[in-house]
């Protein structure tokens, strides 16, 4: 019976295929709460929205807003300008957290760690 043979060849090709398919989707998308969020913010940042987006950052009491404003205001540290453009270059999880790098004004990139459990945000080392 060649043809069942060919048929069950067939079936194991479509599963490793369709497997295939599953695993890619699930690491390009693991860490999408955390891309979101960061998306979130820069997108606050980008509409000069920043005590939303500090708020946000949730950040810890050290980290002062006049300190948020140096880092991510319209003289920006990080993007030496304001920031008006972003986009999400790559993310990696890493235990409980996520780095994500992202890449500002179309020529700097930084990278930021989101929490996975409570989604704050730190800088990368």
Not at 15 to 22: E, R
Not at 29 to 37: G, L, M, Q, T
Not at 82 to 92: A, D, G, R, V, Y
Not at 116 to 125: I, L, T, V, Y
């Amino acid at each position: 019976m060649p043809f069942l043979a060919e048929r069950r060849q067939r079936i194991k090709l479509y599963a490793v295929i369709g497997l295939l398919i599953v695993l890619g989707l699930f690491y390009r998308y693991y860490n999408i709460f955390e891309e979101r969020r960061i998306n979130q913010f820069f997108d606050l940042v980008v509409a000069g929205d920043y005590p939303s987006a500090y708020k946000l950052w949730q950040p810890t009491p050290s980290y002062k807003y006049s300190d948020f404003l140096e880092d991510w205001g319209d003289s920006s540290f990080y993007a030496e300008s304001k920031i008006t453009s972003f986009h999400l270059e790559s993310s990696h999880s890493k235990g409980n957290v996520v780095v994500i790098k992202i890449l500002l004004n179309g020529k700097k990139e930084i990278a930021l760690i989101v929490n996975k459990e409570d989604k704050h945000f730190s800088f990368a080392p």
